[in-house]
Nanobody, 125 residues
Framework: QVQLVESGGGLVQAGGSLRLSCVAS????????MGWVRQAPGKEREFVSA????????MSADSVKGRFTVSTNSAGNTVYLQMNSLKPEDTAAYYC??????????????????WGQGTQVTVSS
C-alpha cells in the first residue's frame, strides 16, 4: 500500500502564492508518477499537473500553465506544487495522486492509482 500525505494548503489573497507538498510512503513500484488533482465545491475533480519520476516529463492543465509548477525531490518520494498568481477560481481541495504515469494521473484512475486525503486551498478576491 501507498500512503500520501499533503500539506501546505491555506487561505491566500488573489495574486498570492502557495506551495503544496505531498510525501509518499509505503510500497511503491517503478515506473511511477506523482501529481495533483483538485475539486472545487459542486464540481467534478479536475486534473492539475503531474510529473513522471523517470525522465521528468510533465503534464499540466491549460488552466494552470504558466502559474503552477510541479516538481519532485531527489529521493522521488515528495511532490510539490508551486502555485503563483492564484485566482479565486483556483479555490478547491487539492489531492495528491500517485500512479504509473503522468498520463494515468491526468485520467485520474486506473491500476496502481492512489489518492491522498486532500488539502484545502482558498483564494479570496
Amino acid at each position: 500500500q501507498v500512503q500520501l500525505v499533503e500539506s501546505g494548503g491555506g487561505l491566500v489573497q488573489a495574486g498570492g502564492s502557495l506551495r503544496l507538498s505531498c510525501v509518499a510512503s509505503g510500497r511503491t513500484f517503478s515506473p511511477y508518477a506523482m501529481g495533483w488533482v483538485r475539486q472545487a465545491p459542486g464540481k467534478e475533480r479536475e486534473f492539475v499537473s503531474a510529473i513522471n519520476l523517470s525522465g521528468g516529463a510533465i503534464m499540466s492543465a491549460d488552466s494552470v500553465k504558466g502559474r503552477f509548477t510541479v516538481s519532485t525531490n531527489s529521493a522521488g518520494n515528495t511532490v510539490y506544487l508551486q502555485m503563483n498568481s492564484l485566482k479565486p477560481e483556483d479555490t478547491a481541495a487539492y489531492y495528491c495522486a500517485l500512479g504509473p504515469s503522468a498520463l494515468t494521473i491526468s485520467r485520474m484512475g486506473g491500476p496502481n492509482f492512489y489518492w491522498g486525503q486532500g488539502t484545502q486551498v482558498t483564494v479570496s478576491s
